[in-house]
T-cell receptor, first 112, second 112 residues
Framework: EAQVTQNPRYLITVTGKKLTVTCSQN?????MSWYRQDPGLGLRQIYY???????DKGDVPEGYKVSRKEKRNFPLILESPSPNQTSLYFC???????????FGSGTRLTVV | GQSLEQPSEVTAVEGAIVQINCTYQ??????LSWYQQHDGGAPTFLSY????GLEETGRFSSFLSRSDSYGYLLLQELQMKDSASYFC?????????????FGQGTELSVKP
């Protein structure tokens, strides 16, 4: 089944403890992207990647890192999480510019 | 800057037709997309308009007018399961299609 897989689905962590949210797609998509969704603020892009080793900042990149060493994987790294990074995170992938994104099921992160 | 404006909420009755508008202030984008998101779930791609005009997919249609900086999503024969949030989105050309900008979303409530 064609899909984007994120893990974990739920995560509670403490301030400052490094964490990684994994994202993998099996559709051979070039584009991958991370979003966070907060009440009243909609979906905001954190980082995106247009192919292996090609990444760029979205609208809210501060406090996050990404890497794209393989086409299928696009992990999101929080080196030192803070409570303001408590949010619902989505990974997504797509073919070229004229296609829609396929989203993963989401990761609900709570930083205490 | 780049922004997309949508009404925050719309209410309609089962079986009716509803139109969700999206006006934008952005230049140089590949097309207008629409996504559906049920509460707590992942956004799901609905439609994409690369060119001006109407695109029809079953009960859903989407329209784009670049000269008017305007688009809409039309939902016909509304069903209770259509109650969800709907987002319009564009992919910016200057970022080679990697940057996806969302509107704030329209919450559609379908009443019996």
């Amino acid at each position: 089944e064609a899909q984007v897989t994120q893990n974990p689905r739920y995560l509670i962590t403490v301030t400052g403890k490094k964490l990684t949210v994994t994202c993998s797609q099996n559709m051979n998509h070039e584009y991958m992207s991370w979003y966070r969704q907060d009440p009243g603020l909609g979906l905001r892009q954190i980082y995106y990647s247009m192919n292996v080793e090609v990444t760029d900042k979205g609208d809210v990149p501060e406090g996050y890192k990404v890497s794209r060493k393989e086409k299928r994987n696009f992990p999101l790294i929080l080196e030192s999480p803070s409570p303001n990074q408590t949010s619902l995170y989505f990974c997504a992938s797509s073919f070229g510019q004229a296609y829609g994104y396929t989203f993963g099921s989401g990761t609900r992160l709570t930083v205490v | 800057g780049q922004s997309l404006e949508q009404p925050s909420e719309v209410t309609a009755v089962e079986g009716a037709i509803v139109q969700i508008n999206c006006t934008y202030q952005t230049s140089g984008f590949y097309g207008l997309s629409w996504y559906q998101q049920h509460d707590g779930g992942a956004p799901t791609f609905l439609s994409y308009n690369a060119l001006d005009g109407l695109e029809e997919t079953g009960r859903f249609s989407s329209f784009l007018s670049r000269s008017d900086s305007y688009g809409y999503l039309l939902l016909q024969e509304l069903q209770m399961k259509d109650s969800a949030s709907y987002f319009c989105a564009v992919r910016a050309k200057k970022n080679q299609g990697g940057k996806l900008i969302f509107g704030q979303g329209t919450e559609l409530s379908v009443k019996p």
